[in-house]
């Protein structure tokens, strides 16, 4: 047989309707190390707390139910083996699911998440152009099929959208999740509205994410929503031109490396907010200025500029070719 | 008070096809479901979809591959129907979406799955289930239906034999409400948790086939239960049949490749009660790993197929077994998979009852009759989904408007009230879980007079203490132990009839095997059972195989 340990489990306990504020409930389990915490968690409603609530189906990370915080972490419960847990903390501390208000103990309400997955425009749209074969599937190739990466494999169980800091900081950024679903449309060769989608998530839209990449950490089906939220920012650029403030950093930014190999404060400020943003930032610019004078000066032109700018060359041709 | 012409429950494959049938004919339509329709079980289908596309291949073939699958039990008329049906249901989720595997010349991929003449069943790597569901999902968008989610179902209401609607539970309010339809989809999906050791999900509780017997639809051969062959060791998760289709081979105790003793033409091939029955057999007299299972092996085709068209099967195995099934065998066993029997329905999802309609595996219309092959299912759920909305769109059409009366939601809310009021009495899932091992002991792959009867004994002693039942979570928000409470008391129902059905039919069939009777009897048996509802347990009738072309003969894979 195998051996069981002690496992201490720290649960997040809140009835809105009842409890003035949340609480954690200890339990102590003998269990395999390789159990998962969501044969924990059941243990614990069958054997000894069955008010405990959470959203559980499947059991085998597909139907995406059971995501919540386990130490700290987003991720699936059924996908998690207490073992490698214990090792890491000692204990095991389960919450629910971050970005989301709490309904009851693990579970979250995700509208939110379901109202951002909206606006991507979430459906085909038959491209006029292409209508589809009648009778006939599409044709696609195998390297098309490759492009759609692992954005199929999402199963919408939002540890992306609990884990994402910039989906906290800025509630119109529509999270990881809708945007690796945006992309799965844009690369789909049977889709025409490429244009319309990318419209749809504005506000808000790519430029808030911060290359964390948490999200591709948490996911639990390796879909790397970061990923791909860096080929919509290049996609964007390609279709639409710098027109935000994100996409004119981004460009600015390469722009001064391409430049100098350093970063020009001053120039990057007004390339991506103009001078009349510039004027409006001007206090804060001060202030800054005050402790950091150097941050005016214009850089130096760094040693072995010539290389930086080959390499940009090179990435150029190798993208061009692409 | 709510109130839509067609209400389905259920949101998985079928039922989200029947509700855009519905919406397509121009009615007002609401989905139902207790998850959110993307966590629905269809997603979790692995390996296919089956069409006969293939130059080589014909319609006539896969009809004859599904009766001769089926045992001689499935009506031929519909499995004609359901084949010819084939080609354009996967052209459409093609349409809709779907993002299939694909072969170098840009075609629809397809594998050789078991039971089947041809390499039929086309792909989308081992998650085709979550492919076509989310097709259909993000179809489904453009049509303006309603969606309650995270809602029970709890009762059927009829007046006259006729459907006027359903009593629901929202669990997020925890209010019951009546919802008025002219017509009701029931496309509730599995009910695996009968059992104890099942591939399904802990949701698949048969919610929609207990309600529609108790109000008086009849349950079709219900005994003719599947195990899927390769599950995981400890957890039943599923392992793909698709996982033999591109290759892989299963090996007994002492290394032995078991199959070709079993089925030796196609043997890892064989139809799943085949494997199964062999798999059990190995393990029965002496042959297995010791705590009885055999192993899958994969290595020999090398990491890169695994890692590619094995993709869920390598995360499961690592993540469920941490087993590396590209340098390691898989533990596995049977387990159960699928349920043959379900509501009886003709070709377009009609029951006995007026206005009640039924598709996909909570249905039974009969396709699959003693056995299922891979890859009808999914095809299943769409064909028979459609049908079933076109039908339910048309009843509703022809038909005055319902009302759910308040009485009938203050009757349900009373069950309710009294087991919440209980402080003593059996907890729902300790008492769910001695129903699942009566099952596992008594009615498993191979059954016999004796185990039967003492299943049959034991469920009724179950049956008195189930008035018993006794809710001890009193919060009206997500309320889980008054869901587990319910659906405990479906499974308990549906295992009744599973056990009755199967000590009747004295022959073995398909995924019915007696030992004591191993022979098919067609003389006696080349028939369906019916299971109609009785406060002292299920009446049994009987009712004719509608045959076409094919005359029975004895299966030989």
Known sequence: ?322 | MRRHDVLVVGAGLAGQRAALAAAQAGRDVALLTKLHPLRSHSGAAQGGINAAVGAEDSVDTHIYDTVKGSDYLGDQDAIEFFCSEAGKTVVEMEHFGTIFSRAPDGSLARRPFGGAGFPRTIYAADRTGLALLQAIYEHLGTEKITTYEEWDLVDLVLVDGRVQGIVAHDRRTGEFEGIAAKSVVLATGPAGRVYSRTTNSHSSTGDGLAIAYRAGAWLKDMEFVQFHPTALLETGILITEGARGEGGILKNGTGERFMSRYAPHVQDLASRDVVSRAIVTEILEGRGFPGGFVHLELMHLGKEKIESRLQEICDFSRNFAGIDPVTEPIPVSPAQHYMMGGIGTSIHGETNLAGLFAAGEAACVSIHGANRLGGNSLLETLVFGKEAGIAAAQFAADSPSTRVSDIEVQRTLGTVRTMMARTDGVEPLAFRAEIQAVMERRAGIYRNDADLRAGCEEISTLRERAATMRITDSSRVFNLNLTDALETLHILDLAEVILVGALARTESRGAHSRTDFPKRDDANWMRHTIASYRPEGPQLSYAPVAYTRWEPKERVY
Request: hydrophobic residues 35%; proline residues 9%; contains cysteine.
């Open chain 1, 1 to 322: 047989m195998v051996e069981s340990v002690s496992v201490p489990l720290s649960v997040y306990r809140f009835d809105p309707g009842r409890d003035a504020s949340p609480r954690y409930v200890d339990y102590r389990l003998d269990l395999p190390r390789h159990t998962p915490v969501l044969t924990a968690l059941l243990k614990i409603r069958s054997e000894i707390d069955s008010s405990l609530s959470l959203r559980y189906s499947c059991r085998s990370a597909i139907c995406g139910s059971c995501a919540m915080l386990i130490n700290s972490k987003s991720r699936l419960a059924c996908q998690t083996q207490v073992g490698p847990e214990l090792d890491l903390h000692g204990r095991i501390v389960i919450d629910p699911m971050r970005n989301q208000p709490v309904l009851r103990d693990l579970v979250v309400d995700q509208r939110p998440f379901w109202q951002d997955y909206e606006r991507i425009l979430p459906h085909l749209v038959t491209d006029p152009r292409h209508p589809m074969p009648e009778g006939k599937p599409n044709p696609m190739t195998p390297e098309q099929v490759e492009r759609f990466h692992e954005t199929p494999r999402c199963i919408a169980c939002g540890a992306c959208y609990s884990a994402c800091p910039a989906k906290e900081a800025d509630p119109t950024f529509p999270g990881p999740m809708a945007l690796a679903k945006l992309y799965r449309f844009v690369v789909d060769p049977r889709d025409g509205a490429t244009r319309e989608r990318l419209l749809r998530i504005q506000p808000g839209g790519l430029w808030t994410c911060l290359r964390c990449h948490l999200c591709t950490t948490s996911c639990p089906k390796d879909v790397q929503p970061s990923e791909r939220i860096r080929d919509l920012k290049e996609l964007a650029i390609r279709e639409q031109g710098a027109t935000e403030a994100g996409s004119r950093h981004a460009v600015g930014f390469k722009e001064n490396l391409h430049d100098r190999g350093l970063l020009n404060e001053m120039r990057l400020v007004r390339q991506t907010d103009g001078v009349l943003g510039m004027l409006r930032q001007a206090p804060q610019g001060i202030r800054i200025a005050a402790k950091k004078p150097e941050l005016l000066h214009k850089p130096r032109r760094i040693e072995g500029q010539e290389e930086v700018r080959r390499l940009y060359e090179l990435l150029e041709d190798e993208e061009g070719g692409a």
